[in-house]
């Protein structure tokens, strides 16, 4: 076995005991109405209130204004969030991604000028990957950032891209050089103010009219020298080094708890023949899964890069979130409606609504099993 | 990263590495049923008695220790009663005071149709019955029961050339007999009440949980040969594991052996003797759900080959199938869990989730 299970530890439950206190606060208040996961709702209040009390930019350290916390720490603090759906949609990704990449490979004067804003929960990110015509094949992208003084010119279209509406910036994958042999050389990562001029956002709805993705074009937008992330043709280095870091969080098996607590608390499915069967099933895989989860952050924290396990713990994830909204789909045996009916059925309509979208965002179980049994073959083979 | 590492479990690799490869497996197999050899290498060093405590004849050490021993007994296939020997009747011995006898000893599970009890007579016991699909029971020199009188549970040990022996044997060629008892007398002393704790359902949980362990060994062994048998098998003028179909089962055989594993992992990495329902629960229904599709894409990446007798894959698949439905079936222990789980308001199921719970003993 590769991973080990691991426990956490009085301090780190402290934390949990934190969280909790300043949740039950917003839950009493009636501030949000539970949302599933990634598709959680943006709440900028929400994100100033949690990062008031140290819960956004956790592992930023203390000297731009975070709370210097460890990888598991921010897992017990994530895992509470997404247990009761909160509203992390605005500072999700900034938070998650961003921040460690900024400290990773950002300059001094990136560091000083975004980790402050997101340790306050008022810095938001969105992420410039996908194009029209490159979507697995990452590093088929088109955008093109042309030498200017002072910096690049960047022309392109980025599509999918989540909060661009919400965001104050986005992060842009993009081709500084053509003179390449290899498609993964020349590519490079750039921090874009979505306000610049020549940026244009529209909303790409999703299939229940929910706004979520975005197009976001790029027209001759200037971008200064001092907002490449690393140096000009990291690239790639930096979208894979990301995609290993937030790969197998709480967030890749947790969207689904909102609705699982609805139906326990709702009784729906106690009366229906084999239900307890099969939510046994699925409970244990729930468990299991967060073990693994817990034991990567861990491994995080200790230096590691388990990039194959990461990847495994993302599938597995995923699949089991489908699975469980399937499982729950047929169970219930309703017809459904968004936004009628009890919390249980109008989460379950959401849930069966965005489920596809589970093993496709972040990376495809194809693209995820690929880079696995790579990694596995290498090793063991 | 391969869990708590002990002094006892190198050594069980190194006499199970040297004395176990499949091709002794097979010979017993097609004898006895069982590895009087192997069993030799482990009981001199002690190790079927780790869990056991000293003062009742045992080898010290823990549950834990002795769980992770029964996932490398697992991942060997090794045809010994290691499971029943310590982790289930040097319990029952040593929860009633009693002291091990160091030979090879099996333990009744208690199916729904045993009809095994005591009755109490003048001078002791008389034991009637049948306990079905007892494991090892041919081979054993011991036999430990829990058994009823009608009112109480009590632990009786008797010696198994006191019994008669019907043979069967599992899915996976590994004798599971039935022990008819008739009116076989026992002395009081061979016959303790058992105390609070010591009952049908603990006994199963603790079956259980050894169970997921050998089950999690199995998986892994089914990993490595489907890799190395994936990396090594040529068609169309390469490896087959060029192939993406075939690289997304070895990703899958791979991640469901790391999710089945897990549970039973963390409840023996606890420590501490009690095994808790949930955590058996938790433990046998991941490892059986998980080894469905660990078994079937071995299987279906080894394609022909792998359906025979001759190579070596059925020697783990075959384990998996047996022993999912030993200790309680994926089906018994995922309803039981569920039931639980839709009994819980939400903030106890999230309590549950992280491992906080207290589920009655």
């Known amino acids: 076995m590769r991973l080990a299970p691991t426990v956490l530890s009085p301090q780190e439950e402290e934390l949990r005991d934190e969280i909790r206190e300043f949740l039950e606060s917003e839950v009493r208040t009636g501030s949000f109405e539970p949302g599933l996961g990634i598709f959680a709702d943006a709440a900028p209040e929400f994100s100033r209130r949690l990062a008031r009390r140290g819960f956004a930019g956790m592992t930023v350290p203390a000297e731009y204004g975070g709370a210097a916390r460890s990888i598991v720490e921010r897992f017990v603090v994530m895992e509470e969030l997404l247990a009761v759906g909160a509203p992390i949609g605005a500072h999700w990704t900034a938070d998650r991604q961003i921040a460690p990449q900024i400290l990773a490979f950002g300059s001094d004067y ?68 053509d003179e ?47 907002m490449v992330l690393g140096a000009a043709g990291d690239g790639w280095k930096l979208a894979t080094s990301e995609l ?25 499915g106690a009366s229906t023949i084999g239900a307890g069967e099969i939510l046994g099933r699925l409970f244990g895989r729930l468990w299991s899964l967060r073990q693994l989860s817990l034991t990567i952050a861990r491994l995080l924290d200790e230096g590691e890069s388990p990039a194959v396990e990461s990847a495994l713990v993302k599938d597995l994830g995923t699949r089991f979130e489908q699975e469980f909204v399937e499982a729950l789909r047929q169970l219930a045996g309703l017809p459904l409606r968004t936004g009628v009916g009890s919390p249980f059925e109008s989460l379950l309509a959401r849930s069966v609504l965005y489920a596809p979208s589970y093993t496709i965002r972040g990376g495809t179980t194809e693209i995820l099993r690929g880079i696995a049994a790579k990694g596995i073959l290498n090793e063991w083979a | 990263m391969n869990g708590p590492e002990s002094a006892a479990l190198e050594l069980v690799r190194d006499i199970l590495e040297d004395g176990c490869q499949p091709s002794h497996v097979r010979a017993c197999e097609e004898g006895a049923g069982w590895s009087e050899q192997v ?59 009693s002291t091990v006898a160091r030979v090879p000893t099996t333990v009744p599970p208690g199916h729904a149709n045993d009809t095994a009890r005591l009755t109490k007579t003048t001078s002791g016991w008389r034991l009637e019955g049948v306990a079905h699909d007892v494991p090892w029971a041919a081979c054993a020199q011991n036999v430990v029961a829990l058994l009823g009188d009608g009112a109480r549970w009590h632990v009786a040990a008797v010696p198994a050339d006191r019994l008669e022996i019907h043979p069967g044997r599992n899915l996976a060629g590994e004798p599971r007999d039935d022990i008819v008892f008739r009116g076989v007398e026992l002395d009081r002393s061979s016959v303790v009440p058992a105390p609070t704790g010591v009952n049908v359902a603990t006994l199963k949980r603790r079956g259980a949980l050894a169970r997921a362990m050998q089950m999690a060994g199995a998986m892994e062994a089914v990993c490595r040969l489907t890799i190395r048998y994936s990396g090594a098998r040529q ?97 018994y222990w995922s309803s039981r869990l569920g039931s639980a789980v839709l009994g819980m308001g939400s903030s106890e199921l999230w309590d549950l989730t992280r491992g906080r719970a207290q589920s009655p003993p």
């Open chain 2, 235 to 331: 068609q169309f003028g390469r490896p087959i594991s060029s192939f993406q179909a075939v690289r997304h089962n070895l990703a899958t055989v791979v991640g469901e052996t790391e999710l089945g594993s897990m549970a039973g992992a963390a409840a023996a990495a606890q420590g501490g003797d009690a095994v808790s329902e949930l955590a058996a629960a938790i433990a046998k229904s991941m490892a059986g759900v998980s080894a469905d599709k660990v078994a079937r894409l071995g299987h279906q990446v080894h394609g022909a080959i792998g359906m025979t007798k001759e190579y070596d894959l059925q020697l783990s698949t075959r384990r998996l199938w047996a022993w999912e439905s030993e200790f309680g079936s994926t089906r």
């Open chain 1, 244 to 268: 290993t870091y937030e790969r197998a969080g709480p967030d890749r098996y947790m969207s689904i708890f909102p609705l699982l607590a609805a139906l326990v608390d709702e009784d729906r």
């Open chain 1, 110 to 177: 990136l560091r000083k000028r975004f980790l402050p804003g997101i340790a306050q929960g008022e810095c938001y990110f969105c992420l410039g990957f996908s194009e029209p015509d490159s979507g697995s094949d990452l590093a088929s992208v088109r955008t093109r950032a042309v030498e200017a003084a002072g910096g690049w010119n960047l022309t392109g279209r980025k599509v999918w891209v989540s909060r661009a509406h919400t965001a104050q910036f986005i992060t842009v994958l993009c081709r500084t050089s």
């Open chain 2, 39 to 97: 069993w030799n290498s482990l009981a001199g060093s002690d190790l079927p008695w780790v869990s056991v405590p000293e003062e009742f004849g045992g080898a010290g050490g823990t549950l834990s220790e002795a769980l992770f021993i029964s996932r490398e007994v697992g991942r060997y296939a090794a045809p010994v009663p290691f499971v029943e020997t310590g982790i289930l009747a040097g319990w029952l011995l040593s929860q009633v005071g």
């Open chain 1, 180 to 226: 390449v042999t290899d498609k993964h050389i020349g590519l490079s990562q750039m921090i874009v103010p979505l306000d610049s001029p020549g940026i244009e956002v529209l909303p790409i709805p999703m299939l229940d009219g929910s706004h979520h993705f975005n197009e976001v074009t790029f027209d001759n937008v200037f971008v200064p020298d001092n």
